[in-house]
């Protein structure tokens, strides 16, 4: 029965361990490696003050409580959501190295306000630019606190989903994206920080073509805020469209950096 306290809990080895909801899990840390995985659910409560991951996988359930102050991804490490749940990490200090991801690729919309609303037009779908040769789907959400979850496109193609990070201290190295799969638009990544460093990428990107019996055009971008106190972050922040030879061309999405310093 919960909770359960442990001093050091680790997963190596390929370890595969899924949690029951409503469980909480108290230890001084935990280490996730050698390509092990973690799996959260609903209603718990992680009190866990250092999480660290070297080549390990965390799915989050969207709905858990991370009770964590240092959070730490080497190796090829990646933390992501399930589908339509807003990947959420409030932890004061986060550490994204070279080679590792805080990922919501595909998690938004099968469908969505920017989804494509006559089926002749063969479009892409749109959310913080429009998808290609998608006239009639509106643009959505804020630019500066985005949250929304990108839209589907064709075949059953899924948005981006949903980032929301608030740190005292961000280190980026590696990939913190939402991308939408292909024919979908990216999703949303809003990160609140007051210190900013590394040269990884912020990333919100609408998917590409689809190329079947028709050529399905590309998503539009999505939707990318990062609020910070102050910045040495020298990388790459991005919310592209996409290009098609015959899908037509996808317009970029919102980028915005804001120095709340100010």
């Not at 909480?24 to 050698?34: F, H, M, Q, V």
């Not at 939408?180 to 073509?209: I, Q, R």
Request: charged content about 15%; proline content about 3%.
């Amino acid at each position: 029965d919960s909770p359960f306290d442990f001093n050091k809990i680790i997963l190596t080895d390929g370890a595969k361990v899924e949690t029951e909801k409503e469980v909480d899990i108290t230890a001084d840390d935990l280490l996730i490696e050698k390509s092990s995985k973690l799996g959260l659910s609903k209603d718990q409560n992680i009190n866990i003050p250092v999480i660290s991951l070297d080549s390990g996988l965390v799915t989050l359930s969207g709905e858990e409580t991370l009770n964590t102050d240092t959070l730490t991804l080497i190796g090829s490490s990646v933390i992501d959501v399930l589908v339509e749940k807003i990947l959420t990490l409030s932890i004061p200090n986060i550490d994204v190295g070279v080679g590792s991801s805080i990922v919501a690729n595909g998690k938004g919309y099968v469908d969505g306000p920017g989804a494509q609303i006559s089926p002749e037009d063969y479009a892409g779908a749109s959310y913080g630019g429009a998808g290609a040769r998608n006239t009639l789907s509106p643009l959505y959400g804020r630019e500066t606190e985005p949250v929304d979850f990108g839209s589907g496109g064709q075949n059953n193609f899924r948005g981006g989903g949903a980032i929301r990070i608030v740190t005292d201290t961000l280190t980026n190295n590696g990939t913190i994206s939402a991308h939408g799969d292909s024919t979908s638009s990216g999703g949303s990544v809003y990160v609140t920080t007051e210190s900013l460093s590394g040269d990884g990428v912020f990333s919100a990107n609408g998917g590409g073509s689809f190329f079947g019996s028709i050529v399905y055009g590309p998503g539009g971008g999505g939707r990318v805020a990062i609020h910070y106190g102050e910045s040495s972050f020298t990388g790459q922040t991005l919310a592209n469209g996409a290009n098609s030879n015959g899908g037509g061309n996808s317009q970029i999405g919102t980028v915005k950096l804001i120095d709340i310093s100010i």
